[in-house]
């Protein structure tokens, strides 16, 4: 069976630092496109990083401050996040095999559309 595990969520501070990762099970990854998104309490789900075909992308939020990259040996994909803004908070979501297009914004009915696989979520809280 097919899994993605999120990790590395938690509380911290405006400006401070966190590390995501992703492990996938059940088969590789190493060439199909990885991305992160999140979602926070009523909201869509959005877009905010990917690699695919060896390039990142990254939503405007976040660029400058958050770099995507990926362990094909580990079968592991990584989310850094420096400088941490409380509108950084909420769950953050792992997502393999990414469709043409997924740097949008999603409801849930529509995610089936932009990956073929998505984890479970890590929460992130950003406090003031």
């Known amino acids: 069976q097919v899994r993605l595990v999120e990790s590395g969520g938690g509380l911290v501070q405006t400006g401070d630092s966190l590390k995501l990762s992703c492990v996938a099970s059940?088969?590789?990854?190493?060439?199909?496109?990885m991305g992160w998104f999140r979602q926070a309490p009523g909201t869509k789900r959005e877009f905010v990083a990917a690699?695919?075909?060896?390039?990142?992308v990254y939503s405007d939020p976040v660029k400058g401050r958050f770099t995507i990259s990926r362990d094909d040996h580990k079968n592991t994909v990584y989310l850094q996040m420096n400088s941490l803004k409380p509108e950084d908070t909420a769950v953050y979501y792992c997502?393999?095999?990414?469709?043409?297009?997924?740097?949008?914004?999603?409801?849930?009915?529509?995610?089936?559309?932009?990956?073929?696989?998505w984890g479970q979520g890590t929460q992130v809280t950003v406090s003031s």
């Open positions: 997502a393999a095999d990414l469709s043409t297009h997924y740097t949008g914004t999603y409801s849930t009915d529509d995610l089936w559309q932009v990956a073929g696989y």
């Open positions: 059940g088969r590789t990854f190493s060439r199909v496109g």
């Open positions: 690699m695919t075909g060896g390039s990142a």
